[in-house]
């Protein structure tokens, strides 16, 4: 089996993983195995190959998150529908986060606008990540 072969047969596993994980990273790298199989095609020999492969790859996975990220942070926050909902803190711990439920979920919690925040009843302000603001009530 030649080197372009088994550049395209990794391709097509690459995109066989992808299509069952739900993730674009895999995709990213199976055009990473597609630069190597145009440069097998090329007659060029094994390094070159990883080279590009690498290159090619790395450098769709790098660029993917830099616009994933930026799509993350364009989305404005008032459409959380959870922004403005009431949860209740039962205790904060040392670092001032807290673990609380809400919609059947357990979330940490932050209160940046105290520094000993108290328990009770508090309002999400916003969502960072997985993380929920919040306001005391």
Same mark, same amino acid.
Not at 48 to 74: D, F, I, N, T
């Given at each position: 089996?030649?080197d372009?072969t +088994?550049?395209w %047969? +990794?391709?097509g +596993? &690459?995109?066989?993983? *992808?299509l #069952?994980t739900g993730?674009?990273?895999l995709l #990213? &790298?199976a055009? $990473?195995?597609v630069?190597a199989?145009l440069?097998a095609? %090329?007659g060029?020999? %094994?390094? =070159?190959?990883?080279v590009s492969?690498?290159v090619? @790859? $790395?450098l769709?996975?790098?660029l993917? !998150?830099?616009? /994933?990220?930026?799509r993350e942070?364009? +989305? =404005?926050t008032e459409?959380h529908l959870d922004i403005g909902?009431t949860?209740q803190v /039962?205790?904060w711990?040392?670092? @001032?986060?807290?673990?609380v439920k809400?919609? $059947?979920?357990?979330?940490t919690?932050?209160? =940046?606008t /105290? =520094?000993t925040p108290?328990p @009770?009843?508090? !309002?999400? !302000?916003?969502? *960072?990540? /997985? !993380? %929920?603001?919040?306001?005391?009530?």
């Amino acid at each position: 089996m030649n080197d372009t072969t +088994v550049w395209w %047969l +990794v391709t097509g +596993v &690459l995109v066989a993983a *992808e299509l #069952m994980t739900g993730t674009f990273y895999l995709l #990213m &790298l199976a055009i $990473g195995a597609v630069a190597a199989a145009l440069a097998a095609h %090329l007659g060029a020999g %094994l390094t =070159p190959q990883l080279v590009s492969a690498a290159v090619v @790859g $790395g450098l769709a996975v790098v660029l993917w !998150r830099l616009k /994933s990220l930026r799509r993350e942070a364009q +989305v =404005p926050t008032e459409l959380h529908l959870d922004i403005g909902e009431t949860v209740q803190v /039962s205790s904060w711990d040392a670092q @001032g986060t807290a673990q609380v439920k809400h919609r $059947g979920a357990h979330w940490t919690a932050i209160c =940046p606008t /105290s =520094p000993t925040p108290a328990p @009770g009843p508090h !309002r999400i !302000r916003a969502i *960072e990540g /997985s !993380r %929920l603001v919040l306001e005391k009530i």
